[in-house]
């Protein structure tokens, strides 16, 4: 069965920046609202970022001025735009339709470290 696919993820020091990309499958991408989610060992899923299908965005607060999500609907591909990392946005970072649908992908880690 198909899935999303994450990558972009890596080792970054603080202060640094990533840029996470998002294939999706299937054929309704450009009508379904997306979400980044990430979740941290130890902790749950969280949401991180939603963008909808046409084109309005909503960033976490704990992330709010420093994320920034994109999409290119004939690419069927999301991103995530990740600026002064900090450690604790340390995670598994994971894309999925909003809200999320049961299959999940194997997600990009993200470590933020000195």
């Known amino acids: 069965q198909e899935q999303f696919v994450e990558s972009g993820g890596g080792l970054v020091q603080p202060g640094g920046s990533l840029r996470l990309s998002c294939a999706a499958p299937g054929n309704s991408f450009s009508i379904t609202a997306m979400g980044w989610y990430r979740q941290a060992p130890g902790k749950q899923r969280e949401l991180v970022a939603r963008?909808?299908?046409?084109?309005?965005?909503y960033i976490a607060d704990s992330v709010k001025g420093r994320f920034t999500i994109s999409r290119d609907n004939v690419k069927k591909t999301m991103y995530l735009q990740m600026n002064s990392l900090k450690p604790e946005d340390t995670a598994v970072y994971y894309c999925?339709?909003?809200?999320?649908?049961?299959?999940w992908g194997q997600g990009t880690q993200v470590t933020v470290s000195s």
């Open positions: 999925n339709t909003d809200p999320p649908g049961l299959i």
């Open positions: 963008i909808m299908y046409g084109g309005s965005t």
